[in-house]
C-alpha cells in the first residue's frame, strides 16, 4: 500500500467518523454551546461542513478563508459526506496528499468536540488521534497555534489518546 493510499484511507477513516457525528446532531443543538472557545454547536457544524472543501482549494494552491462561517443548509452531513469523498479521493489520487496530514487533526479534533458538545456516545478512533497528534506536536508551534487552537492544557499521560489530543488542542478535558 502506498503512502498516498495510507492517508487516504486514514482521513477517510476521519471524515466517516465526522459525518457519523454530523448525523447525529440536530437544530435543536445549534445554539447550545460547543467544546471550541467562543462556538456553539451550530458554529462548529458550519465550520466542519465547509473544511474539506477550504482542504481541496488549499490543495489546489487556492487561498483559504477559514474565518467565514458559510450558511448549513438542511443536511448538513450530507453537504459534508458530498465534499469529504471528493477530499478522499483526491487524497488518494496523490492529487491532495500534501495536506493530508493536515487535515486529519481537523477531523480528530473537531470529532472530539463534536462528541463532546452533542453528548454523543460515539467510540472515537484512535488511530486518527494518534496521527493527528503526532501531526500537530510535530507542526504545531505557539505562533501558528494563535486563533486556531488555544494554549495545550493538561492531560495526565494515561488519559484516552482522544482526550490527549483535545487538550494538546487546548480544549477543557472531563476528568476521568
Known sequence: MSS?????????RALDQTAGLLDEVSPDHYDKPSTCQDWTVGDLVKHVVASPQRFADMAAGQDVDWASTPDIGDDPAAEFRSSADELAAKVTSGEAEAISGAALPEYAVHGWDLAHSIHSDTTLDDEVAE?????????LTPDNRKGVFGPEVEASDDAPIQDRLAAFAGRTVPAS
Not at 498516498?4 to 482521513?11: N, P
Open 4 to 12: 498516498q493510499t495510507d492517508a487516504g484511507a486514514l482521513l477517510t
Open 131 to 139: 496521527q493527528a497528534l503526532a501531526f500537530m506536536r510535530d507542526n
